[in-house]
């Protein structure tokens, strides 16, 4: 662990105090506070909507606070635009590249700079001064290549380098491991603290615990846009930082399984491989079985394969080796049979629901070409509004009329018309892939309470969350994948939460070792 | 009907007549597309263009007026575009259909109104050289007996790739139709560039029109762009979005402009319509990837909406 | 937060209508208002110069004949662009479907046929269709499979289109008809001729054929699978892919079918109005089509009305120009504002949206729009 740099008079280098901010329908920030001090690598933890970006992105002046003051150096500042913020010594490396790809890395590094001999483009003088800048952190990057032939790593690192050519003095950046493999994370860590020992203050956020507890000097964790707390990273651990993050005690309040049935395979993936949106290999040789009355819980941290596992199931991508079959039928494409898959996606606002159309439409958009939406040829309007009106009533939709947009809806109904379009051709599987993201508490109970519902009704269910606790309180057996692989299937009846907190980093060999103790 | 010396000199000088007014418009092009703004409406600021150039011919002799005011009236038309596609955020083509059929609207009834009974010819651009010049072999005829703007609409390409490639003011109109959001990130004014990449579009379609009617006519005429807002709009595809490069697809449309006129007054044996087609099925063969890979500015067409990444 | 807005009453067609037609009614009254501010200033009456129009539109017999000749091809064009909006596509290439169309139907109908003359007639106009639909094949594979925009595409094709049958009249092609004065294919026979609906004007079955053709499409995309799939399409396609539906093969067949009513709108301008192909024979009515059915919000009933509406104003634009000594192509600036004004009050109810796409590459351009909700 490094040591604190000696701080002058200056305590902080940078102070966000009291900041409070709401989106329309979310209060995404609640008087947080936030406190950077000169060198060192400040986390920033929390779940997805806890409110880091939006945090990040008012010190970056991409929004204004509603509330609350930023301290630079002790000196209160408004930051009323990325311009004012760089000018601050304030440089951000975002979740995703802002980076141009027709453009050549010199271009994409000096875009925004304004010139020293306006007009003139001055690339001759940016060049030696970025040649001299990757050669001090030894990161091989040639400025004259165009950034679409740069490997993923490299535009992460060419990010980085941006904010190194504006002299920033805190670097925010957000989630930028996540393009790099393990090996690489280890030479990113050195050039982290080689930037730390020049004096750089870095805000770290992730939600990888182990990075976050490797790299930095003190972690401050978001829950639902409130500071939870700020904590000194040589004095914490993983499981107090889960709990914070997460906010429950595990809790072991189980439902009860009705008697066993007999266990028949619905899910099979068999070897599955395939490849991900940036053809880096997503799922290696995974095989997992889900079986009749059983909800098998798909646990892990996000990106290590989970969607591309959905959507080898759905037919929705093709694998590259092994197979996927559901009651023994091999899926190869997309199918709309109801009666043998529901899929839940994880993003129901882009893909799970058409949003300006109508409640009964949604609820009907893989079987309004069959009887009796359709009766030779015509669709029949009044069969729909039945169809709506019966699914309404059975999942408990509130929605004043069946033939409102659906996008009138709130999050938590809008969910409920998804589950209750997947679930009303009775499927032998039910595939939901973080179905309660983004919802109120009754939401998420109601959400809960449907899928135990199926399973004690005999539907295979596969349940994917990065949410642990609901992972573990929901599953009738937990399955955790970690780059691809299913690292190891667990009972969840009185699992124990290190251990799978274990496998979802990927540790295999310390839980056998724990295993065989 | 033999392919001579006197043949090719004149289709040459045919060609360097005709592609002038479609170089102009093509650069302004060009910047509208970078920004990331589809404008089919050239069509419109080019005829607007060429109605006030001729006004301002003929009501105060100055070619520089002339100039200006088609410069102004295509600038307005870039504005307004520039107004509903960018703040309004209004899908572009319709945006630009209007100002067409506002253009073809507007200029017509002034034309009736202006012009009408006017029987001369207004004052035309000069020949910047001199008339000994016009009589050197190959050279004269082709390049010398062509008017000042013809001159600018060689030399102005050369300026517009500079500006583009070589200023940082241009590395910027490049990035924002690319990946707006990042522009936006690094500091710049996303809505700033849209607008000035629109309104160059609208001056130099202006300036088109008034190297139409100023280079040899003298004269307005209702519709008189005839669709040379829209080719140029090809010339942009297999021009790469490349002011020389566009330029040069333009000088290759002028000449198959050329060529068809040849055919259509000595009834050559093929169709005059073919060489008008050229340059149509060109851009279609560029798009559908069979000639080399083309992708223009990736947000062409899109609306900037800042509040979504 | 979000509260739902509409009643649960079910909504009848009319007022589906009422609803979508706010916001272009407005923009049409703000049009004519700005226009009589112009005519004003030219030193008219505008109550007088509209006055005019309307009584040279719809005052006579022969105005309305007129008026209803002017609307057809612009009621079937603004079908055409309107099917394409339903299923996310931007048909720019309506002029060209137009003289795919009207040289097919030129071409059958010039065919005897041992058949009754009804039968030779439709024939006739399913050749019309299918020309369009058959321009539109090439725009339709790029987009669909390739993921080339297809504004740029039919843009291009309509150039190809209009030399093309340029070439067809004159001599010596195909339908040049020999000794006649200028480039033109011969007269069609009696039995490929939209009958004529009252006599001794032009006013051809065309407008029957427009208003029918509506109706049908209203209830096709409102009543069949294939209209659900289109409108699941145009909305989103990436939730259509993963309902299951085959994305590609929809967008294929819906610009197919918005080109066969822009080859419809040809065909009857020949079958019904001129009896013979022409050289350059159409003015441009695919861009008008386009700001027909931007007028109607894409609603297949309101294009009827959209279509009328510049009907109106072609034809009463030269009574009007001879009454009151307002140039006709006063008409023709009405109708681009009132364009402008719909897309200028944009962001109130309907909305153009623009999707990404991920799934396609060299895309120039890609547009959508949703009609009212």
Redesign the interface.
């Known amino acids: 662990m490094k040591t604190l740099k000696d701080t002058n008079s200056i305590e902080y280098t940078m102070e966000m105090v009291g900041i409070t901010k709401t989106f329309p329908g979310v209060l995404a920030n609640d008087d947080v506070t936030l406190r950077v001090k000169p060198g060192e690598v400040h986390g920033l933890l929390g779940e997805n909507g806890a409110g880091k970006s939006t945090l990040m992105n008012i010190l970056y002046g991409l929004h204004q606070q509603d509330d609350g003051d930023i301290f630079i150096n002790g000196r209160k500042t408004r930051i009323t635009s990325p311009r004012v913020a760089v000018d601050h010594g304030i440089g951000m490396v975002h979740q995703h590249f802002m980076l141009i790809d027709n453009l050549t890395v010199l271009e994409n590094i000096v875009l925004g700079i304004p010139p020293e001999h306006p007009p003139f483009l001055d690339l001759n003088s940016a060049r030696t001064r970025f040649k001299k800048i990757t050669e001090e952190y030894q990161i091989p990057i040639n400025p004259s290549t165009p950034v679409w032939q740069l490997p993923v790593g490299d535009k992460q690192w060419l990010e980085i380098l941006k904010q190194l050519f504006r002299q920033a003095k805190l670097l925010i950046l957000d989630e930028p491991t996540a393009v790099f493999a393990p090996s690489q994370v280890e030479q990113f860590f050195i050039k982290l603290r080689q930037l730390t020992e020049e004096g750089c203050a870095i805000i770290f956020i992730s939600h990888k615990l182990d990075e976050v507890l490797e790299i930095t000097d003190r972690i401050t964790v978001l829950r639902d846009g409130k500071l939870i707390g700020t904590v000194t990273t040589n004095q914490t651990n993983s499981t107090e930082l889960a709990q914070m993050m997460v906010g429950r005690e595990v809790s072991h309040d189980r439902k009860p399984r009705p008697p066993s049935v007999e266990k028949k395979e619905v899910l099979v993936a068999d070897n599955l491989c395939c490849m991900d949106d940036r053809n880096v290999p997503a799922l290696r040789n995974l095989n997992l079985t889900v079986h009749t009355g059983e909800i098998v819980g798909l646990a892990g941290v996000d990106g290590n394969g989970q969607k591309e596992l959905a959507e080898c199931i759905a037919g929705l991508r093709q694998p590259t080796g092994g197979k996927v079959s559901i009651q023994g039928k091999p899926i190869t494409h997309v199918t709309r049979d109801t009666s043998l898959l529901g899929y839940i996606p994880q993003d129901r606002h882009t893909i799970g629901l058409i949003e300006p159309f109508t409640v009964e439409e949604n609820l009907v958009l893989k079987t309004f070409d069959t009887d009796p939406l359709t009766r030779r040829g015509i669709i029949r309007w009044r069969s729909i509004q039945n169809n709506a009106d019966k699914l309404i009533d059975e999942f408990n939709v509130k929605t004043p009329s069946s033939r409102i947009p659906v996008r009138n809806l709130s999050g938590g109904n809008q969910q409920k018309v998804v589950i209750a379009r997947e679930l009303s051709g009775k499927p032998a599987l039910l595939v939901a892939s973080h179905a309660t993201r983004g919802l109120d508490l009754g939401a998420v109970e109601s959400v809960h309470n449907i899928l135990l519902h199926e399973r004690n009704q005999g539907t295979a269910v596969l349940f994917v969350s990065a949410e642990l606790s609901e992972v573990m309180a929901l599953s009738d057996r937990i399955a955790v994948i970690f780059n691809g692989e299913i690292m190891g299937i667990l009972d969840a009846e009185g699992a124990d939460i290190n251990l799978i907190g274990e496998l979802m980093l990927g540790h295999r060999e310390t839980v056998l070792n724990t295993m065989q103790n | 009907m033999e392919i001579n010396l006197a043949f090719i000199t004149n289709w040459l000088a045919t060609t360097l007549r005709l592609s002038a007014p479609l170089i102009l418009v093509g650069i302004g092009g060009v910047y509208s597309e970078r920004v990331g703004i589809?404008n089919?409406g050239m069509e419109g600021m080019m005829l607007a263009g060429a109605l006030a150039a001729v006004a301002g011919s003929y009501f105060t002799g100055s070619l520089i007026v002339a100039t200006l005011w088609a410069m102004a009236a295509g600038g307005i038309l870039g504005v307004?575009h520039a107004?509903?596609t960018v703040s309004?955020?209004?899908?572009?083509?319709?945006?630009g259909?209007?100002?067409?059929?506002?253009a073809?609207?507007?200029t017509?009834?002034l034309y009736?109104?202006l012009f009408r009974t006017v029987r001369s010819r207004v004052a035309l651009y000069p020949i910047p050289v001199p008339e000994s010049w016009q009589s050197i072999p190959f050279l004269g005829p082709i390049l010398f007996s062509q008017s000042l703007i013809v001159w600018i609409a060689l030399l102005l390409p050369f300026l517009g790739a500079w500006?583009l490639?070589?200023?940082?003011?241009?590395?910027?109109i490049?990035?924002v139709g690319?990946?707006p959001?990042?522009?936006?990130?690094?500091?710049?004014s996303v809505l700033r560039l849209k607008y000035t990449g629109v309104i160059i579009s609208g001056i130099f379609a202006g300036l088109g029109g008034a190297a139409l009617v100023l280079s040899e006519l003298g004269y307005f005429a209702p519709g008189i762009t005839a669709?040379r807002g829209?080719?140029v709009?090809?010339a942009l595809?297999v021009g790469r979005w490349n002011p020389i490069l566009v330029a040069a697809a333009c000088l290759l449309f002028g000449a198959a402009d050329g060529l068809q006129l040849w055919f259509q007054t000595f009834k050559s044996a093929i169709?005059y319509?073919?060489p008008?087609?050229v340059p149509?099925?060109l851009?279609?063969l560029a798009?559908?990837?069979l000639v080399g890979?083309?992708?223009?500015p990736?947000t062409?067409?899109?609306?900037y909406n800042p509040e979504n990444? | 937060m979000n509260k739902p807005k509409l009643s649960s009453i079910r909504i009848p067609l009319l007022g589906e209508l009422i609803l979508s037609g706010g916001r272009p009614v407005i923009a049409i009254f703000l049009a004519l208002f700005v226009s009589a501010i112009i005519i004003y200033f030219l030193g008219v009456n505008p109550i007088a110069a509209y006055t005019s129009l309307l009584k040279g539109a719809v005052g006579s017999i022969p105005g309305m004949a007129n008026t209803c000749v002017r609307a057809s091809p612009l009621l079937l064009g603004g079908i055409a662009v309107a099917i394409g909006f339903k299923g996310g596509l931007l048909n720019v290439g309506v002029d060209g479907q137009l003289y795919a169309g009207a040289a097919a139907s030129t071409v059958v109908g010039l065919i005897s046929m041992p058949v009754p003359p009804w039968l030779h007639l439709i024939i006739t106009i399913l050749a019309g269709f299918l020309g369009g639909a058959l321009w539109a094949l090439i725009p339709a594979y790029l987009r669909a499979y390739r993921g080339v925009s297809e504004v740029v595409v039919t843009l291009m094709l309509n150039y190809v289109a209009i030399y093309f049958v340029s070439w067809l009249v004159h001599e010596p092609a195909l339908l040049f008809e020999e000794g006649a004065s200028f480039p033109q294919s011969p007269l069609i026979l009696p039995s490929a001729q939209l009958p004529i609906l009252i006599g001794r004007t032009s006013l051809h079955s065309g407008i029957i054929l427009g208003v029918v053709m509506a109706f049908l499409m209203y209830l096709l995309i409102r009543f069949t699978p294939f209209g659900f799939r289109t409108r699941m399409v145009g909305e989103n396609p990436e939730a259509s892919r993963y309902a299951g539906i085959n994305v590609k093969a929809q967008t294929m067949m819906v610009l197919m079918v918005s080109g066969g009513f822009g080859g419809l709108a040809g065909a009857i301008e020949i079958l019904g109005l001129k009896h013979r192909l022409f050289d350059m024979f159409s003015g441009g009515v695919g861009y008008e089509a386009i700001a027909v059915a931007l007028l109607a919000n894409a609603n297949l009933i309101g294009v009827i009305i959209a279509a009328f509406f510049f009907g109106v104003l072609k034809a009463g634009a030269s009574k009007m120009q001879i009454v009151v000594g307002i140039e006709a192509s006063m008409s023709l600036i009405i109708q681009a504002l009132a364009v402008i004004f719909v897309i200028a009050l944009g962001l109130g109810g309907s909305r153009m949206k623009k999707r990404r796409r991920r799934s396609q590459k060299n895309i120039t351009i890609t547009e959508t729009i949703e009609d009212g909700d």
């Open positions: 589809f089919i307004l107004y509903l309004r955020r209004a899908n572009q083509i319709v945006s259909a209007a100002i067409n059929f506002l073809l609207g507007a017509n009834m009736a109104r500006a490639y070589r200023t940082s003011w241009g590395l910027n490049r990035a690319e990946y959001h990042a522009v936006a990130t690094a500091g710049l669709g829209f080719i709009l090809a595809v169709p319509q073919f008008l087609m149509y099925l851009t279609i798009l559908a990837g890979r083309v992708s223009g990736k062409v067409g899109k609306s990444i």
